[in-house]
């Protein structure tokens, strides 16, 4: 992913690691709460910031360190296939 930072605006980047993030939490193979920490070694890099946009988007839940893709997020993407 971070091979295609330089070519992104600010804007576009946030999309874009967002939507690494969120995959990565509705993939039914590793459904279950995530440690932030899990998730930046997965996608490379530090997801506070997109940890927080999709928490106050309701499309993730967190507690403490833990994080994980709310229901309403996990049917969204099932729906999509």
Do not use: K, Y
């Amino acid at each position: 992913m971070q091979d295609q930072e330089s070519t992104l605006c600010p804007v576009e980047r946030q999309r874009t690691l967002d939507s690494a993030v969120l995959g990565l939490l509705v993939n039914l193979d590793s459904h279950r709460p995530w440690s932030e920490q899990e998730i930046a070694g997965e996608v490379g890099e530090n997801v506070t910031d997109s940890l927080n946009r999709l928490h106050g988007a309701g499309l993730v839940h967190r507690l403490d360190e833990f994080v994980w893709a709310s229901r309403g997020s996990v049917v969204a993407d099932e729906l999509r296939f």
